[in-house]
């Protein structure tokens, strides 16, 4: 049965997704099996948890406008989708969002103007995505960045139905001539206010929305990058410095890891992405896309596409998929006000 507003029909090329995000889900069979036997020990987690985050009060800065304005050429048109984390909810300056963050690395490495459309909403989950990207479209975006997911997790959305919604959010923009990048769901167990068993069952449902978010991503034509050990063993060690004043939030610091993660994948999803380096570093190279996926997951920074085996798009084991370990570009560890090319012109802004 088909999602009431899908804009895609129930076909071959998704069935394949649905079924891994199956997959994925029967695996938490155990897990479900321990939240059972401690329920109340959960719930009352839950509870506290929700207590000790703050409610999200003013809104994230808007970072819209054209970063390089000086530059020549005419402006590449970038557009940030997603929920709080997309939005750069947790900073209080323009330049320290993810969105002024990419447009103004895209700007210096391209040398053209960079046009910025945010339509993130703080608190959205997968099934918010579709008016995003009807409002998207509008703008005729050369490429999308997606950050979704850790909503989904913490209201328990089922992970069968965030995926299709992410692949029909995916599918529409490129069906839009929109290159998409989407960051995949980040290790929720870092977060300090979720105490042990709840934390250990929040990283493992991110890492397996992740997987599914990966395959769905993929089959739809876009591409991936894993956020998940980017925001958890560094966020774990240091939480002061990577987490804004909430507790949940990145901090500037921990955004603009998270753009740099995702800025070369950004770059060669518009074929601007550097040359390879001859032969394959550790755990790259061609898989499976469920192996790729799973694999990603794991491993931060880690840029997952689709590929060809001998001219083939698929094997026994479904859609092959290339995984790179990209390095890092950087963005700024905590921007600084730049000179007037990297700076945005503030557009339409109040």
């Keep these: 049965m088909g999602v009431a507003g899908s804009a895609v029909p129930v076909g071959p090329r998704w069935r394949r997704a649905r079924r891994v995000a199956r997959l994925a889900a029967l695996g938490t069979g155990a897990t479900a099996a321990a939240a059972v036997a401690t329920g109340g020990v959960l719930i009352g987690q839950a509870r506290q948890a929700r207590r000790t985050i703050p409610m999200a009060e003013a809104p994230p800065p808007r970072c819209d406008g054209v970063y390089g304005a000086k530059l020549p050429g005419p402006p590449l048109t970038v557009v940030i989708l997603g929920d709080s984390t997309a939005a750069g909810y947790g900073v209080h300056r323009r330049r320290e969002t993810p969105g002024s963050l990419l447009a103004t690395g895209l ?3 391209l040398h053209r103007p960079v046009r910025l459309h945010r339509f993130a909403v703080v608190g ?3 099934s918010g995505l579709k008016p995003q990207v009807e409002s ?3 703008h005729q975006p050369d490429v999308a960045v997606i950050l979704i997911g850790g909503n989904d997790v913490t209201n328990r959305a089922p992970a069968s139905l965030a995926v299709r919604y992410l692949f029909d959010a995916v599918h529409a923009l490129r069906e839009g001539g929109c290159e998409v990048v989407v960051g995949t769901c980040p290790d929720l167990g870092a977060i300090r206010p979720i105490q042990p068993p709840l934390r250990w069952l929040a990283r493992r449902w991110s890492r397996q929305l992740a997987a599914a978010q990966t395959v769905a991503v993929v089959e739809a034509g876009g591409w991936t990058v894993s956020l998940a050990d980017l925001l958890g063993p560094r966020f774990v060690a240091e939480p002061t410095r990577m987490f ?8 500037a610091e921990g955004y603009a890891m998270a753009a740099a993660a995702l800025l070369p994948t950004v770059l060669s999803a518009l074929g601007a992405g550097q040359e390879r380096r001859p032969g394959l570093a550790r755990g790259e190279g061609v898989r499976s896309l469920p192996e790729a996926a799973h694999e990603a997951a794991r491993h931060a920074g880690t840029e997952v596409s689709a590929t060809q085996v001998h001219g083939r798009d698929r094997g026994p084991g479904g ?6 370990r990209r390095a890092f570009f950087g963005v700024g560890a905590v921007p600084q006000p730049g000179p007037a090319a990297d700076s945005p012109t503030l557009e339409g802004l109040p």
């Design 107 to 109: 700007s210096r490495r």
């Design 124 to 126: 959205a989950i997968s």
């Design 136 to 138: 998207a479209l509008e």
């Design 244 to 251: 804004a004043w909430d507790r949940f939030h990145p901090s």
């Design 319 to 324: 859609r092959w998929a290339q995984l790179r």
